[in-house]
DNA sequence: CTGGGTTACGCTCAACGTAACGATA
DNA sequence: TATCGTTACGTTGAGCGTAACCCAG
């Protein structure tokens, strides 16, 4: 069962007609066709009654278009999450730095983030050298440049 | 964005380990390696850390993959009803009858229904051979055998 | 003849297995 | 050397377009 095969039944039942679906799907008709026989036999199941002038629903066909719809609803919205996670503007930033540069550096920094990236939530360890690269590891997206070690991993 | 992938990545996550996610999604490790890496690249980021003794998720891994567990719970769901369905263990029966049938036929049907199939939700329309053949174009699964018109379209 | 869904045929590319490779302990 | 992950290479099948086909109005 994948996604786009949903999408193909969904447009299919709003559209009541393979050719407007294929259009709407960027597919021909014919492949449209194939892609919901092939999903009808996979769920062993109609979910379309074939008439002369067009496609109706099935009974069955309306519980299981209902759960693709849920289903792909929450998909768009991982791929919204993701598409807001790469631009840094969701999502939860975690770095470390050491108590002198904190002291110099966090006002400017955090002040100037809360500004520009209002979604973005942001979390410091103010630590030793020895701690943070520790934490590094496991749960930190980069390190604030310190004396010795210049680390910038951008998470 | 497919659930095949995102299933593959959920496995590495839980393994830490390309081979054993590989044993338990019955592919080589090879071909996870490569699924994983084209997951990557279609979402823009890196989801794990890889390391000399196996892998790690990365901060904005642990994000994402909570989001595909939801998304393949919500998948499986949906599968498993599309199951019941099937097999008329659960969902909505909807057919009609006509007057006599009706007070011959229905206390032992639906009782036996009830018994038999407790899962069942079933909702009877008693009306004249005219109304019900209108009825069973937009919501009926089928009809009883009536006097002139013995339809038995199963749903 | 037109407008609808289906079937036949051939192509392409994503996904895979095998095997060679590179790196680290 | 053993155990990781990655890369090279060839194969297969799902998905597609074109075009022929079938049926109803």
Redo the contacts with the bound molecule.
């Keep these: 069962m994948?996604l786009?095969?949903l999408k193909h039944a969904l447009a299919l039942a709003e559209t009541g007609?393979?050719?407007r679906a294929g259009k709407k799907l960027?597919?021909?008709?014919?492949?449209l066709?194939?892609?919901?026989?092939?999903l009808e036999s996979e769920l062993g199941m109609m979910l379309f009654e074939?008439h002369?002038?067009?496609?109706r629903v099935t009974v069955a066909g309306q519980e299981v278009l209902a759960g693709a719809r849920d289903l792909l609803r929450h998909a768009n919205s991982l791929e919204r999450n993701v598409a807001l996670m790469r631009n840094v503007e969701l999502g939860k930033l975690q770095f470390g730095v050491g108590p002198v540069p904190a002291h110099v550096l966090l006002p400017r920094v955090m002040s100037g983030a809360a500004r520009e990236k209002p979604g973005l939530q942001v979390s410091v360890q103010i630590q030793s050298a020895a701690k943070l690269v520790e934490l590094l590891r496991s749960r930190l997206n980069f390190l604030l440049p310190m004396r010795d070690n210049c680390l910038t991993t951008v998470g």
């Design positions: 994948d786009r095969k007609n393979y050719a960027f597919i021909t008709q014919s492949a066709s194939r892609s919901i026989q092939a074939r002369s002038n067009g496609v």
